[in-house]
């Protein structure tokens, strides 16, 4: 569904990015997970478009679209939710959600979309006239999912879902995720929170310094003491 | 009491136009972030427009102002694509230099090619030019000028607020990332904006020739003008120039006929005075002064 390989990119003169190759099937629950600066955000920018990749391919549905705009990914169904949530702070959460179906691609299905998410997450419902900016962290966070949904994703890429949320949220959202996989869409999510990430996910990938340094089902990586211990920072006697 | 009433409306009638001649500039500033030091250029050359269009074919610019509105909509397009484009993403500074140097750049073909001659036109015939209300006299061509900036700033809002395109304007100008990856294209939407934002000007310029006379350098005054409104309003906002348009003709008008040599130090005394209390304006989102792309 969506192979990424040799991908380069960084910023200005700063790369980030070494040749990272991974792949994602469809309805595949992915995570990436890594330490912090490892470029598992620049991994998402660059495959969303949001940042050009130096070299490298995107295929996407077997279609190349390195080096296309984000608009073109957008309405290919490859949709991301960003870091910090990032809603329009001076749109109700209506109007966020409504915006969401801005592509070609989203707008005929705007109506049952609205009601799938209103139904996933009710609070959004009651909130739908709030400012976005106005919304608590966790109720932001799901309601920066839900406008990724609107969009209609084949692939929806999660960026650091749980970061700064309270523990009862986390678990709120990864109960959504779930949901959301049951709905047939593909996710690929970027996570700190590597315990989390892992115990949800199919197969997962661990980022060290721009470059894939392991690979396996989420199970696995959850096991290997040395994956804990080196690259995840975690020490079998911290929980 | 009548002369209050008088007055009041005069200065309302003013600070709607006030608020039509500012309304692009916020417009284009809330969405790219950009402050068009040749604002009032584009003012200018929509009061020549206005102006040639009456005095060599004839037609009324109340009648033209469609035809200056697509003509000015294509002259902000090729502003965009030609010129800002290119600094779109670049530091402020440069955006500063570019459109200062096109401020200067337009005065000076504007006055090599009219001269610096005083223009303006005559549109409404003879005995018609000002309205009695009882005893308050309403010259009619701010009137018209006045229903002009009513009905320009109301499809504005309407635009912006209903519509999936002007949804996607706001949404650019508060998030342009968040913007990008719900398929909105930031080029589309700067295109749009820079056009709709001169077309405004145009427009303007075109219904304000018959009460201010045209010359290569009138923009520099109604720029100040804008700025003020801008500030005052609140950067960004549309009901926030509306609000800063009529307090400043107001103000204005009220100043002016009690003390007239105070009159244009007011703008200055307004926009300090606001600088000091509430530098991001009456209506204005706080901390949108310092706002730049996201």
Same mark, same amino acid.
């Given at each position: 569904m969506l192979e990424v390989s040799n991908l380069h990119a960084g910023y200005g003169d700063a790369e980030v990015l070494f040749g990272v190759d991974l792949k994602v099937q469809p309805g595949e629950i992915v995570a990436i997970v890594g330490s912090n600066g490892a470029g598992k955000t620049t991994l998402l920018r660059a495959v969303s478009g949001i940042l050009k990749p130096t070299s490298g391919s995107i295929r996407f549905k077997g279609k190349e679209m390195v080096g296309k705009p984000t608009h073109e990914m957008v309405e290919q169904g490859l949709i991301m939710v960003p870091e910090g949530r990032r809603l329009f702070p001076r749109m109700s959460v209506r109007r966020n959600l409504e915006i969401g179906a801005y592509s070609k691609r989203a707008r005929p299905h705007l109506t049952e979309r609205l009601e799938y998410v209103y139904e996933l997450f009710p609070i959004l419902k009651e909130r739908a006239e709030q400012l976005g900016g106005t919304l608590s962290g966790g109720q932001q966070q799901m309601c920066a999912i839900a406008r990724g949904l609107v969009a209609t994703p084949e692939v929806l890429m999660l960026d650091e879902v749980s970061l700064?949320? !309270?523990?009862?949220?986390?678990? %709120?959202? $990864?109960?959504?995720?779930?949901?959301?996989?049951? #709905?047939?869409? *593909?996710?690929?999510?970027?996570?700190?929170?590597?315990?989390? !990430?892992?115990?949800?996910?199919? %197969?997962? $990938?661990?980022?060290?310094?721009?470059?894939?340094? #392991?690979?396996? *089902?989420?199970?696995?990586l959850q096991g290997n003491e040395e994956v804990r211990r080196i690259y995840l920072g975690l020490s079998s006697t911290e929980e | 009491m009548e002369i209050l009433i008088?007055?009041?409306?005069?200065?309302?009638?003013?600070?709607?136009?006030?608020?039509?001649?500012?309304?692009?500039?916020?417009?284009?500033?809330?969405?790219?972030?950009?402050?068009?030091?040749?604002?009032?250029?584009?003012?200018?050359?929509?009061?020549?427009?206005?102006?040639?269009?009456?005095?060599?074919?004839?037609?009324?610019?109340?009648?033209?102002?469609?035809?200056?509105?697509?003509?000015?909509?294509?002259?902000?397009?090729?502003?965009?694509?030609?010129?800002?484009?290119?600094?779109?993403?670049?530091?402020?500074?440069?955006?500063?230099?570019?459109?200062?140097?096109?401020?200067?750049?337009?005065?000076?073909?504007?006055?090599?090619?009219?001269?610096?001659?005083?223009?303006?036109?005559?549109?409404?015939?003879?005995?018609?030019?000002?309205?009695?209300?009882?005893?308050?006299?309403?010259?009619?061509?701010?009137?018209?000028?006045?229903?002009?900036?009513?009905?320009?700033?109301?499809?504005?809002?309407?635009?912006?607020?209903?519509?999936?395109?002007?949804?996607?304007?706001?949404?650019?100008?508060?998030?342009?990332?968040?913007?990008?990856?719900?398929?909105?294209?930031?080029?589309?939407?700067?295109?749009?904006?820079?056009?709709?934002?001169?077309?405004?000007?145009?427009?303007?310029?075109?219904?304000?020739?018959?009460?201010?006379?045209?010359?290569?350098?009138?923009?520099?005054?109604?720029?100040?003008?804008?700025?003020?409104?801008?500030?005052?309003?609140?950067?960004?906002?549309?009901?926030?120039?509306?609000?800063?348009?009529?307090t400043l003709g107001i103000i204005e008008t009220l100043v002016g006929y009690f003390t007239p040599d105070l009159k244009e130090a007011t703008h200055f005394v307004l926009l300090i005075l606001l600088l000091a209390v509430r530098p991001h304006g009456l209506l204005g989102i706080k901390g949108a002064e310092k706002e730049t792309l996201k």
């Open positions: 700064g949320l !309270a523990p009862v949220m986390i678990s %709120r959202v $990864y109960d959504a995720i779930r949901t959301i996989r049951d #709905l047939g869409v *593909t996710l690929l999510l970027v996570e700190q929170n590597v315990n989390q !990430a892992l115990s949800i996910a199919d %197969r997962a $990938y661990v980022i060290q310094q721009g470059q894939i340094a #392991l690979s396996g *089902t989420g199970a696995e | 008088q007055l009041v409306l005069s200065g309302i009638l003013l600070g709607g136009v006030y608020a039509l001649a500012a309304l692009g500039l916020n417009l284009i500033f809330g969405v790219a972030k950009i402050i068009n030091f040749a604002h009032g250029e584009f003012l200018m050359l929509g009061m020549y427009a206005g102006f040639w269009l009456m005095t060599l074919t004839g037609i009324n610019p109340y009648y033209g102002a469609p035809l200056i509105a697509v003509a000015f909509f294509i002259l902000g397009a090729l502003f965009y694509t030609g010129v800002m484009r290119f600094t779109i993403y670049k530091p402020e500074l440069t955006q500063v230099f570019v459109t200062l140097g096109l401020s200067i750049a337009l005065q000076n073909l504007a006055l090599m090619f009219w001269q610096a001659d005083y223009r303006t036109i005559q549109t409404m015939p003879p005995g018609y030019a000002s309205l009695m209300v009882g005893n308050i006299n309403l010259p009619t061509d701010r009137v018209i000028a006045f229903g002009f900036a009513v009905a320009i700033l109301t499809a504005i809002i309407v635009f912006l607020k209903t519509t999936f395109t002007g949804r996607a304007i706001e949404a650019v100008s508060q998030d342009l990332m968040s913007a990008r990856l719900m398929g909105i294209s930031p080029q589309k939407i700067f295109l749009l904006t820079f056009g709709l934002g001169i077309a405004i000007t145009g427009v303007a310029g075109g219904v304000l020739i018959p009460s201010f006379y045209a010359f290569p350098s009138v923009g520099s005054f109604f720029v100040l003008v804008a700025f003020v409104v801008v500030v005052l309003g609140g950067l960004g906002s549309v009901t926030g120039t509306i609000v800063g348009g009529l």
